[in-house]
C-alpha cells in the first residue's frame, strides 16, 4: 500500500532534441515542464497516445538524457549530479522495457546477465553474486538452473520475467516499467502484471508504469498521469480518472477503450479525437490540445490552463474549469450529454473551433492513434 513518503519527484522537467528539418535546425519539445510525484508503495500509471513523450520522461528520470529541470530521488536533487555520482544512486531506480531483447544481451547467459549489476555496483564475490542470482530468479518464479541459459531458449513472458530479475537484483525502490507486458499476450500480461504486483507488496517496490493500454494501468494503478504532447494534462487517483475525467483529452483516451458489449457502446454519448498529434517541434499555443478539443473556446488557443484541483483528488489543466462553463471541477462526461446537463450551451455553441474532421478510434491506442 501507499504511503505518503515521496520516492521520487520531478519539478519543472523537461527534455528537448535538436533535430534538422527541410534543411532547418530546431527542436523535438518531447516533455515540457513535468510535474510528478510518486509516493513509496505507490504505483503511478503513465498514459497517452504514442508520440505524447513518456519515454522521454522515463529516459529522462533513469537521467540516461540530459533534462532540465529538477529531479528527486528520496528528496535529494540529484539532476546536477554526472554520471559518475549518478552512478551510485542508479541502485535506487531500474527500469523495465517493452523488448526484453533489448535488455538481455543474447550472447549472455541469464545468470551473467543478471550478474551484471551486481558486478558494477556491488563487491560481491563470486559465490555471493550466485547465491543473489538464484534468489532472484525465485523471485520472479523462475528456476536457479535457468541462470545457465540463453535469453532464446525463454519464451516472452519468461524472458521479460529475467528482465524483472535483472532490473531487482540491486534491490531499487523504484522500478520505471516502460511499455513492460505490452508485447505480451493477454494471459502472459496478467501473469507479469501480477509477479509485479506480487514484488510490490513483498520488496516494498514503488512503480512508474507506462502504458499505452488504459486496462492495464486501470488494474494495476493506485494513481494515473495522463501525458499529452510533452505535459501532464491531468492526474488523479485510479478511480476518479476511469470514473470522471475532468480533462477532454483524458475523456478522448477512456472513449478509444472499447466496450465490450456493442449496444452499450451505442448508448455512450462519445467525445471522439480530432486530427493529428501536433508538431512537437511546433507545438500550439495556448492548451496544446486546442486544435482537437470538441470543447475549445476562445482563450483556450490564447493562453495555457492552469492546474485545477480536481474534487476526488487530483489536478487537470483546461480552461473549462476556470474560464469556462459551469464545470468547477466535475467530470467532463457530463459535458458530452449535448450540453444540456451543465448549461454549457451557454458558452459552447457545439460547433467545434477546428475543422478537422471527426474520427472514431478503438482499439490499441499506440497503433490507432
Ligand atoms: N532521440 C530523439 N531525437 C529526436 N526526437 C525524439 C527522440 N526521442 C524521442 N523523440 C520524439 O519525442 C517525442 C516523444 O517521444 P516518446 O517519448 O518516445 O513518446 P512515447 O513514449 O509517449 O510514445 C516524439 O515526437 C518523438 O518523435
Ligand atoms: S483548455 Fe480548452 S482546448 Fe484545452 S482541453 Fe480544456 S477546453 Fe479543450
Ligand atoms: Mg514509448
Known sequence: MSTDKIVMQTEDLK?????RRAGHSTTVQAVRGVDITLRAG???????????????????????IPSEGTVKLDGRDVSGLKPGAFRKERKRIQMVFQDPYSSLNPS?????????????????SAAERAERISEVLALVGLNADYADRYPDEFSGGQRQRVAIARAIVL????????EAVS?????????????????????????????????VVRHISDYVAVMYLGEIVEEGPVDRIFGAAAHPYTQVLLNAVP??????????????????????????????????????????????????????GGVAKCH??????????????SLTEAGTETGIGA?????????????????????SL
Request: net charge negative; charged share 20%.
Open 15 to 19: 527534455v528537448s532534441f535538436p533535430v
Open 42 to 64: 505507490e504505483t503511478l500509471g503513465l498514459v497517452g497516445e504514442s508520440g505524447s513523450g513518456k519515454s522521454t520522461l522515463a529516459r529522462a528520470l533513469m537521467r540516461l
Open 108 to 124: 549472455l547467459t541469464v545468470g551473467a546477465s543478471i550478474a551484471e549489476p551486481l558486478k558494477v555496483h556491488t563487491k560481491l
Open 171 to 178: 534491490n531499487p525502490e523504484i522500478l520505471v516499467c516502460d
Open 183 to 215: 508485447a505480451l499476450d493477454v494471459s502472459t500480461q496478467n501473469q507479469v502484471i501480477n509477479l509485479l504486483e506480487e514484488l510490490r507488496d513483498k520488496i516494498g517496490l514503488s512503480y512508474l508504469f507506462i502504458s499505452h493500454d488504459l486496462a
Open 259 to 312: 466496450v465490450p458489449d456493442p449496444v452499450a457502446q451505442r448508448a455512450t454519448t462519445k467525445l471522439l479525437l480530432r486530427g493529428d498529434i501536433p508538431d512537437p517541434t511546433n507545438p500550439p499555443s495556448g492548451c496544446a490540445f486546442h486544435q482537437r478539443c470538441p470543447f475549445a473556446m476562445e482563450i483556450c488557443a490564447q493562453k495555457a490552463p492552469p492546474k485545477v484541483e480536481i474534487p476526488g
Open 320 to 333: 473549462l474549469h476556470t474560464s469556462g462553463p459551469v464545470l468547477a471541477g466535475r467530470a467532463i462526461s
Open 347 to 367: 458558452a459552447y455553441d457545439g460547433t467545434p473551433k477546428s475543422t478537422l474532421p471527426a474520427v472514431a478510434v478503438s482499439g490499441n491506442l499506440e497503433s
